[in-house]
């Protein structure tokens, strides 16, 4: 029996690159982060969005009841006025995984003061992991680097895709069977 592929979301939050105005880097950077260390199967979307609580929690809600496993969310968590990602998030929220915004800031914090702005979360909704992440591509790797190796067990332990990392970036943490 083959496991099926893993179907990945990736949504950039940006009221610039949703218009055009602005190219989306972050869309492009988290896809090739995964591109080049989940080596299960897989397919991924990438959507662009406008800023906006409500336009959030509906793409995401969407998304997740649309049977994505993982939904990797960029832009819109940090200070400004627009930024309400992190509350479009709570909004279709099962449950909060507090964890994985504590340790992207910690990595973050190792290289730039500034990462105490950013409100980085993961959430469950039914059986979607949904992470946020920044919209930089150098610090999208920064926390991905911090937090993927607990994600191949969280997608188990809520019954969704079966993900395989390569080692060699990433040693995916599943305890050992008794």
């Given at each position: 029996?083959?496991?099926?592929?893993?179907?990945?979301?990736?949504?950039?939050?940006?009221?610039?690159?949703?218009?055009?105005?602005?190219?989306?880097?972050?869309?492009?950077?988290?896809?090739?982060?995964?591109?080049?260390?989940?080596?299960?199967?897989?397919?991924?979307?990438?959507?662009?969005?406008?800023?906006?609580?409500?336009?959030?929690?509906?793409k995401l809600r969407e998304l997740a009841d649309g049977g994505a496993d993982l939904i990797l969310?960029?832009?819109?968590?940090?200070?400004?006025?627009?930024?309400?990602?992190?509350?479009?998030?709570?909004?279709?929220?099962?449950?909060e995984l507090p964890g994985f915004g504590e340790e992207m800031r910690r990595a973050s914090l190792?290289?730039?003061?500034?990462?105490?702005?950013?409100?980085?979360?993961?959430?469950?909704?039914?059986?979607?992991?949904?992470?946020?992440?920044?919209?930089?591509?150098?610090?999208?790797?920064?926390?991905?680097?911090?937090?993927?190796?607990?994600?191949?067990?969280?997608?188990?332990?809520?019954?969704?895709?079966?993900?395989?990392?390569?080692?060699?970036?990433?040693?995916?943490?599943?305890?050992?069977?008794?």
């Open positions: 029996m083959t496991a099926r592929a893993a179907r990945i979301a990736i949504v950039t939050v940006s009221d610039r690159a949703s218009a055009g105005i602005y190219e989306d880097k972050g869309g492009p950077g988290a896809e090739s982060w995964l591109r080049d260390t989940i080596t299960s199967s897989m397919e991924i979307a990438r959507h662009i969005i406008p800023d906006g609580r409500a336009t959030v929690a509906d969310v960029t832009g819109g968590t940090g200070p400004a006025p627009r930024d309400l990602t992190p509350e479009a998030v709570s909004d279709i929220a099962d449950k190792a290289e730039v003061p500034t990462a105490i702005l950013s409100r980085q979360t993961a959430v469950i909704r039914g059986a979607t992991l949904i992470i946020t992440i920044p919209g930089k591509p150098s610090a999208i790797a920064t926390c991905l680097n911090a937090v993927f190796a607990a994600v191949p067990y969280c997608l188990d332990l809520m019954g969704a895709a079966w993900i395989e990392t390569d080692p060699a970036r990433i040693k995916a943490f599943r305890p050992k069977a008794k």
